[in-house]
């Protein structure tokens, strides 16, 4: 395993979560990082991402409300969700990229965690 990533469970709207994302076996240090979610039925979309020296950015309807950070000692990427609501229920997937840098197309990147399920309840 690459990438492991964790954090996810059942929040009632509102609440918060905190993803992380453990790289194993190599150093993700000096690759950017993105983290995706998919729902049910619906195609995998562009959440946040990091890059080499920190840089962030994220998709547009979430800034303000999640948060990306990484900490290069412990190979490991974190996504804080705050303000949480049902629409964000989705499996989330962190995944590091070719470059230095993120990007919001899923196929720039070539090592992908297996994912974590986050369920917003109303």
């Known amino acids: 395993v690459q990438l492991q990533a964790s954090g996810g469970g059942l929040v009632t709207a509102g609440g918060s979560l905190r993803l992380s994302c453990a790289g194993s076996?190599?150093?993700?240090?000096?690759?950017?990082m993105g983290w995706f979610r998919q729902a049910p039925g619906k195609e995998r979309e562009f959440v946040a991402g990091?890059?080499?020296?920190?840089?962030?950015d994220f998709a547009e309807s979430l800034k303000g409300r999640f948060t990306i950070s990484r900490d290069k000692a412990k190979n490991t990427v974190y996504l804080k969700m705050n303000s949480l609501k049902p629409e964000d229920t989705a499996v989330y997937y962190c995944?590091?990229?070719?470059?230095?840098?993120?990007?919001?197309?899923?196929?720039?990147?070539?090592?992908w965690g297996q994912g974590t399920q986050v369920t917003v309840s109303s």
């Open positions: 076996r190599r150093t993700f240090s000096n690759n950017g």
């Open positions: 990091i890059t080499w020296s920190s840089a962030t």
């Open positions: 995944a590091a990229s070719r470059t230095a840098y993120f990007t919001r197309d899923p196929t720039g990147y070539n090592y």
